[in-house]
């Protein structure tokens, strides 16, 4: 909500400023420098520091004896306090008010502000007042497209009531504190939902990725059955037995690493970003594309530069990224080629991951969309056009560029990631587009 002439006519009965707050009890200062002192916190779009910021200074500015934000729980249709002052703290924990219960719970269970003692009031919410010795009561809904999140309370113990001026600020307050957290929760709702495509697109890799892993898998089981073999052929052969318990031994150890690293790459991610090597990263996901790539006839190779800077990063997340890239080039590869993965440093300090396939190349149309979501020049089963989509997203969210290049023949993946500790690594991602070579 803006401060409209609409609203500022709402409000035109707010008193002049004035340097000294009253001493009598429930004096208020609504004066314009306050409204707009709590407009400019406002602003934060974290509803917690927001709420917290808040609360105080809306008992400061209206006189009120206690001010409380209460947080609709939905599961349990319930309300609790988030923040509160002139409340102790033990009290503020043990408070839970059922919609329709209580005045904060009418207010949320009904959608509008009250302002007590008033017209409109229900008959038991004033006797409500009465009996707890409370001279004024006010308290708006907390509403926004979704529905009812919570509501605000303001209370005086002694002195004069509140005023409709009282109701309107703390009204425009709400809103605000609504809007904050309507976005809170729809920000958390797409990183979720961001999450489960990233998993989603690990299941789909692991998938795409099974006969490449059964052949992996089986080569150091075969070793190892065929040194057991031998060992219960000549069992009385010392030497045999010593060599084929160690073929056995290396061959136990090959296949639980790959088990190992088919783990590591499909668990879901947890933790902060950290400090990694890209270099670490491309050979991990190299050493799990390795057999991939020997049965589709695709060589692969690696020109790593040294004394490249860490970049800060999941490194899970950068792996489901150099996977669906190593994916994608396969896959241009029917009859075969060779993929090579490149890291360097470019004129800006960025750390540059680039993928460079001999395959089929992309189409000068297709090239600006392969980055939107479910966009595919696959045959249908064959993928649902997420793999890109997710990548992009990811490399975004580490304040980095992806890029495609294509002319005709053979396409270049191009991945650029700022230096851990420098100041592109905390700013603002700088936006890409495929380009045709």
Known sequence: MSLTPRF????????????????????SRLTWESLFEVWRISTSLNPDDLIHQ????????????????MRLEAREQ?????TAVGLPAATAARVRVPLGGSISGWVAQHGRALLLPGPRVPPHLT???KREGIVSALCVPLKSRSGTSGVVNLTRLRGRPFTQRHLWFT???GERLASSIEVARLFTEREQLQAQLVQSAKMASLGVMAS??????????AIASAAAQLVRERPADAALREEALEKIHRSVIRASGII???LKFARPVEGPPARVAANDLVRETCALMQDQMIAHNVTLKTQLAEGLPPVEADGHLLQQVFTNLMLNARQAMPEGGSLTVATSRDDRGRVVIRFVDTGTGIRPDDLPKVFDPFFTTRPTGQGVGLGLAISYQIVERHHGTIELASGGTGTTATVRLPAAGTARARSAPVARRPRAS
């Open 8 to 27: 500022l006519g709402r409000v035109r009965g707010v008193s002049k400023p004035h340097t000294k707050r009253g001493t009598a009890a429930g004096a």
């Open 54 to 69: 808040i609360v105080p200074k809306l008992a400061d500015i209206t006189g009120a004896d206690r001010v409380s934000v």
């Open 78 to 82: 319930v309300l609790s306090v988030h």
């Open 127 to 129: 006797a409500l007042l």
């Open 171 to 173: 009204a425009l307050l």
């Open 212 to 221: 490449g892993i059964a052949h992996e898998l089986r080569n150091p089981l």
């Open 260 to 262: 190992e690293s088919l």
